[in-house]
């Protein structure tokens, strides 16, 4: 994801597909960590940008990307490889798994039930059958 920005400058990427690990009922999605830039450059050069998930993805019960809880890593990752320390004890480490995108980045969330706005996801919930649909 550090060459994306570049590669898109050159022209060399038309459209961006991504994953989600969830999808809040906005369209906030969740992916693992550098989504979120990638966004941001897709935005800036005009290129689409899509997420690609099951439908079962999308958290109804969250209404926003904020009320998504964000695993960290262990900071281990970052610091040390096998028995060697990378950097001086007692410095700080941030290591999230994961970061979230804005809705307003995203062009369209496609999912088996069809591609969707971000905006739109709230409407497009499964509704319950009414007493009289059951019968």
């Given at each position: 994801?550090?060459?994306a920005a570049?590669?898109?400058?050159?022209?060399?990427?038309?459209?961006?597909?991504?994953?989600?690990?969830?999808?809040?009922?906005?369209?906030?999605?969740?992916?693992k960590?550098?989504?979120?830039?990638?966004?941001?450059?897709?935005?800036?050069?005009?290129i689409?940008?899509f997420?690609?998930?099951?439908?079962?993805?999308?958290?109804f019960?969250?209404?926003?990307?904020?009320?998504?809880?964000?695993?960290?890593?262990?900071?281990?990752?970052?610091?040390?490889?096998?028995?060697?320390?990378?950097?001086?004890?007692?410095?700080?480490?941030?290591?999230p798994?994961?970061?979230?995108?804005?809705?307003?980045l995203?062009t369209a969330?496609?999912?088996?039930?069809?591609?969707f706005?971000?905006?739109?996801?709230?409407?497009?919930?499964?509704?319950p059958?009414?007493s009289?649909?059951?019968?």
């Amino acid at each position: 994801d550090s060459m994306a920005a570049h590669c898109m400058k050159q022209g060399l990427i038309h459209a961006v597909v991504v994953g989600a690990d969830r999808i809040a009922a906005n369209g906030d999605t969740a992916n693992k960590i550098g989504t979120y830039s990638v966004a941001i450059a897709a935005k800036a050069h005009d290129i689409p940008f899509f997420v690609a998930a099951p439908f079962s993805t999308v958290d109804f019960a969250l209404a926003d990307g904020n009320k998504i809880p964000i695993e960290e890593r262990n900071p281990v990752e970052i610091y040390q490889v096998g028995e060697t320390m990378l950097t001086p004890s007692g410095v700080d480490f941030y290591n999230p798994a994961f970061d979230v995108t804005p809705a307003e980045l995203i062009t369209a969330i496609i999912t088996e039930n069809g591609a969707f706005a971000p905006g739109d996801l709230a409407t497009s919930q499964p509704q319950p059958l009414s007493s009289a649909e059951t019968r």
